[in-house]
């Protein structure tokens, strides 16, 4: 058990956390046999995370969190409680003015910075703060990045008070694997009774969830999106910035959820709510 809180000090990380190494580690070969046109182990996954990440959220230009469709489900459950999220990049999606960030990307905690929010370099593999210490965490499409995920749930259970609430958000269905997967560095897609079971064995237990997800369905549109980002990363992030975001935040549907999980079939992603139960296998550790 921790108990060392964060210290007014680690406004400014220490040498612990200022190394940006993403939280991930090498590529699942599970899901690597899933996609075998790709050239195996020549990029590490964690090399993805660290190479795309670090330029989109150096030319990304921050969208305030009262601007997603996920901002009534933030309202509801952050109101008066202490908050954190993991890896917001650009797109946070918790309160920026009473909520505490994580990210391994070193522009991403300057941009949150800038903005006026607290915001510290860390790994979700090891989070720097005492057991219990929030009442919400948020990990949108975060936990899919990770090879080891069971270790950054544990993590997220044990930071969570008993009786908090994770937010999270996953893609769903190995074989709905797509080169956007590899671009955007993905350890995997969950199969749904995957997700429900590792949530569980850490005593976090799913009670809603909805459809979600802001990537375009045209396959064609999002391969010329990634290509334009290898190609003439430049003019890609100004069109990404002033027309691609602007149309996706304008087109962004009411989230729609259902109690436990959403019927899964042909659904690209999902956002759900799992809640930390006391007396759960967290509150051993």
């Known amino acids: ?6 210290s007014d000090q680690d406004a400014t990380p220490s040498d612990r956390y200022t190394d940006p190494i993403p939280p991930v580690v090498a590529e699942s070969a599970q899901y690597r046999s899933l996609r075998g046109w790709r050239m195996a182990s020549v990029v590490s996954t964690a090399e993805v995370n660290r190479q795309f990440y670090d330029a989109l959220w150096r030319d990304a230009r921050l969208q305030r969190p009262e601007r997603f469709n996920t901002w009534p489900l933030v309202s509801r ?32 905690v300057e941009g949150l910075r800038a903005a006026g929010a607290r915001a510290v370099a860390g790994d979700a593999r090891e989070l720097p703060f005492a057991d219990a210490s929030f009442e919400v965490v948020a990990a949108f499409d975060i936990i899919e990045h990770v090879a080891d995920d069971a270790r950054v749930i544990a993590e997220i259970a044990r930071v969570l ?13 190995p074989e709905a694997w797509t080169a ?16 429900r079971g590792a949530l569980a064995a850490r005593g976090l237990h799913l009670t809603e969830s909805a459809i979600f997800g802001m990537q375009p369905k045209s396959t064609r549109l999002v391969a010329f999106g990634m290509w334009m980002l290898n190609r003439n990363r430049r003019r890609a992030m100004l069109w990404y910035n002033n027309v691609f975001m602007p149309i996706a935040l304008h087109l962004q549907k009411p989230l729609a959820f259902s109690p436990g999980l959403v019927d899964t079939p042909g659904v690209d992603e999902i956002v759900a709510v799992a809640e930390r139960r006391a007396g759960s296998h967290a509150d051993c550790q």
């Open 180 to 195: 956007f997967d590899d671009t955007v560095g993905h350890e995997r897609r969950y199969r749904p009774a995957e997700i």
């Open 1 to 6: 058990m921790r108990t060392s809180p964060l």
């Open 161 to 173: 008070a008993p009786g908090g609430s994770l937010l999270f958000s996953v893609p769903l269905h």
């Open 77 to 108: 459950l952050c109101a008066g409680r202490r908050s954190l999220e993991l890896g917001a990049g650009a797109r946070p999606r918790l309160p920026l003015e009473t909520s505490t960030f994580v990210d391994a990307s070193r522009p991403a």
